[in-house]
Nanobody, 127 residues
Framework: QVQVVEYGGGLVQAGGSLRLSCAASGPTFDTYAMGWFRRTPGKDREFVAAISGSGSSTSYAGPVKGRFTISRDNAKNIIYLQMNTLKPEDTAVYYC????????????????????WGQGTQVTVSS
């Protein structure tokens, strides 16, 4: 059973930056496709960013493209989400998810593709 844990959320002013981290267990972490999603009250879960197991391929949702960067350190079993120029509309609970893919160069943007989820970390951006 893969365990996924996010950390690094908090309160930040608009225009500021925050980095989220996500640790996943398992000896084959470098084969896991990983993704970040977020949810705000009353709204469906929203895709934020995804990265392939090898780290060679990434994808971003339109609202965060150019401001957020997903990366991974396979030696440490960790992925990161660097969030810059934060806006109040980025306020949400952010979730990390993992999936063992067929191809280590594949990423997934649908939450239904992922097998394991973290408990979420709150990000609040004040105006």
């Amino acid at each position: 059973q893969v365990q996924v844990v996010e950390y690094g959320g908090g309160l930040v002013q608009a225009g500021g930056s925050l980095r989220l981290s996500c640790a996943a267990s398992g000896p084959t972490f470098d084969t896991y496709a990983m993704g970040w999603f977020r949810r705000t009250p009353g709204k469906d879960r929203e895709f934020v960013a995804a990265i392939s197991g090898s780290g060679s391929s990434t994808s971003y949702a339109g609202p965060v493209k150019g401001r957020f960067t997903i990366s991974r350190d396979n030696a440490k079993n960790i992925i990161y989400l660097q969030m810059n120029t934060l806006k109040p509309e980025d306020t949400a609970v952010y979730y990390c998810a993992s999936k063992l893919p067929h191809n280590i160069n594949t990423y997934y943007t649908s939450g239904y593709e992922y097998d394991h989820w973290g408990q979420g970390t709150q990000v609040t951006v004040s105006s």
